[in-house]
Each structure stands twice: as C-alpha cells, then as structure tokens.
C-alpha cells in the first residue's frame, strides 16, 4: 500500500484466496480523497494497472469504480454516490452478498475518518 501523508491520495493491492471453488482473486485500486471544504469531500476509487505489478494467471484481476459525496450538516453525515465491481469470473451471488454488505458497512464508518483526517 502507497498512501500520502494526507491521506489524500492512496494505492492499495490486495489478495486473497478464498476458496476451493472460487479463483483466487486480486485487486489494485487508486483512491484519492478531495476535499472542496471543511465539512464536504469527494471520494473516488478505481482499479489500476501497474507495470511492476502485472497480471497473471495465478489471480482473477477485479475491477472496481466508486465516486462518493460525503458531507456533514448539522452534526449528521451524510454520503451518496456509485460504485460498480467485477469480480471477474465466477462469484457465489451469496458470498458476494456478505462480502459487499461488510464493504459498505464498514466503508462508512472508515469514510467519515478519512474525511475528519484530510487537511484543507
């Protein structure tokens, strides 16, 4: 993982190998945050392509997008956005379900951090 001091800007690889049925898979995805103002910032996330990290046949390569508002007003977050993910491959609809309700849980929690800790 390669992030700023600010956090504002960050690359993350990650792998996992999560089954006997399922293709091992990976992920390399730049974030960067934005902040326009003390109380609001953009997110955006998608997948990269790096040339010392090259794919290859060992992992199932995902694809991943987000674009995310996130703002405060009057003491409450509040957040809207889009994202869009292909695991590439075959992906039980179940597990994938889990899998994307723990993501969005946690990413909320994790955005408003970021957002408190990204200076102006």
Not at 52 to 68: G, H, K, L, M
Not at 76 to 91: E, K, P
Request: net charge neutral; proline share 2%; aromatic share 12%.
């Amino acid at each position: 993982m390669d992030e700023a001091e600010d956090k504002s800007h960050a690359v993350y690889h990650s792998r996992s190998k999560i089954g006997m049925v399922i293709s091992a898979r990976e992920s390399l995805v730049q974030s960067d945050y934005v902040k326009v103002s003390p109380k609001c910032a953009y997110l955006f996330a998608r997948s990269i392509e790096r040339d010392d990290i090259p794919i290859t046949s060992e992992y199932v390569r995902t694809q991943y997008f987000r674009a995310q508002k996130v703002w405060e007003e009057n003491g409450d977050l509040y957040t809207t956005g889009f994202s869009s993910i292909d695991f590439g491959g075959y992906f039980p609809a179940v597990l994938m379900n889990m899998i994307l309700s723990k993501m969005i849980s946690q990413g909320k929690v994790k955005n408003y951090k970021k957002l408190k800790s990204i200076d102006d």
